[in-house]
């Protein structure tokens, strides 16, 4: 299983490197190698991998999934790779077929509600959806008047969607359905709700931004090799030298959270308050990590990584725009202080103490 696990990233990582290379894309300022990317990750089934092959996707495991992502943020890719990961998996537990082609989720945060009108169509507005202009189909989480949850299907052409920018430079768009007529609709599973949502797309971001500060670290420390002052190379000098430690320390601490919370996920036997605890934790420390590793990172830099001609900005701002989306940390940080709280005291050590 390991095996497999590892060929499935292994071919995500080639083809990113093949067409997804940060100089290239850096360069390509119209965007010209999105298109070959898109055409080669869904010939390998990628885009569809948490969907069954019934479903009309390629049947990988959670696990296989998650390394994907990793990788992804790695390259720290604008494409809406995770996204339309993360709407086969929402469509999935409905038991909805998933159409080829880009796709995005809404809501992506705890504030937006969608309502599923008495005459099965949809009303609301969900803000900061990724991808969301580019997104052909959006998988949708809503709830009628009693609160009852469905999962829907919907065409993006129905939509309105205003356009906007995140940190990184990628849509984050506001989509508003006025009684949008969804392609196909479902009831959610036992147990399922906005919480199971954002829970997932938690551990989806904490992969990416954990992926983001291992390339971080990487062109940072390679940098500092390059880079002679005084007559000497900068990973010479002592203050570098110890940031570049507390780089390679948050980067690490990110890595370790998010792919505790991926595991804890994949396995399938955790319980609700695990999965709780362990997505939320790694989306507040990868999010706390994004941010003094990009400040450390630029510190190492110096002014050329500013500009726009230099990758770093690449994984910087995107690590630092993911922080937002299926909520912050200080969101993440209020739930599971009222989830601990909740549960009492004396049930709060067998539960760390678990993980």
């Known amino acids: 299983m390991e095996e497999a696990e590892n060929i499935v990233a292994q071919t995500a990582e080639r083809i990113f490197a093949d067409l997804a290379d940060a100089q290239t894309v850096n360069r390509d300022t119209k965007g010209g190698w999105k298109a070959p990317l898109w055409r080669a990750l869904s010939e390998a089934g ?15 495991t959670l696990t296989e999934g998650f390394g994907v992502l990793s990788a992804a943020g790695r390259f720290a890719l604008p494409v809406p790779l995770a996204e339309t990961m993360l709407a086969g998996w929402l469509l999935s537990q409905a038991r909805l077929a998933s159409p080829q082609g880009e796709m995005t989720v809404a809501p992506a945060g705890p504030k937006d509600r969608i309502t599923l009108n008495a005459d099965g169509t949809l009303s609301g507005r969900a803000r900061g959806i990724p991808f969301g202009r580019e997104a052909k189909h959006i998988a949708v989480f809503a709830q009628d008047g009693k609160g009852k949850p469905s999962i829907a299907l919907v065409a993006a052409g129905y939509c309105r969607i205003e356009s906007s920018l995140n940190l990184g430079g990628d849509s984050s768009d506001t989509v508003t359905f006025d009684r949008v007529a969804p392609i196909a609709i479902n009831p959610a599973p ?3 709700d906005l919480t199971s949502l954002l829970l997932m797309g938690a551990v989806v971001r904490s992969l990416q931004i954990a992926g983001s500060l291992e390339t971080m670290l990487e062109i940072s420390v390679r940098y500092s090799n390059e ?55 790694a989306k507040i420390r990868c999010s706390e990590a994004a941010e003094k590793a990009a400040a450390i990172a630029h510190q190492v830099h110096g002014a050329i990584g500013f500009t726009i001609e230099h990758i770093l900005h690449r994984y910087t701002l995107r690590a630092l725009a993911w922080r937002d989306d299926f909520g912050s940390e200080s969101y993440w940080a209020v739930e599971l202080g009222k989830r601990v709280a909740a549960n009492g005291a004396d049930e709060l050590w067998p539960l760390v103490a678990s993980r």
């Open 190 to 192: 036992d147990g399922f």
């Open 227 to 281: 880079r002679v002052a005084f007559e000497k190379k900068i990973s010479k000098f002592q203050a570098v030298q110890h940031n570049l430690a507390k780089l390679a320390g948050e980067s690490a601490a990110a890595l370790a959270a998010a792919t505790s919370a991926a595991d804890t996920f994949a396995s399938g036997t955790a319980s609700q308050d695990a999965r709780f605890l362990e997505a939320a934790s």
């Open 46 to 60: 990628l885009p569809l991998s948490w969907v069954a092959e019934e479903h009309g996707g390629s049947g990988a």
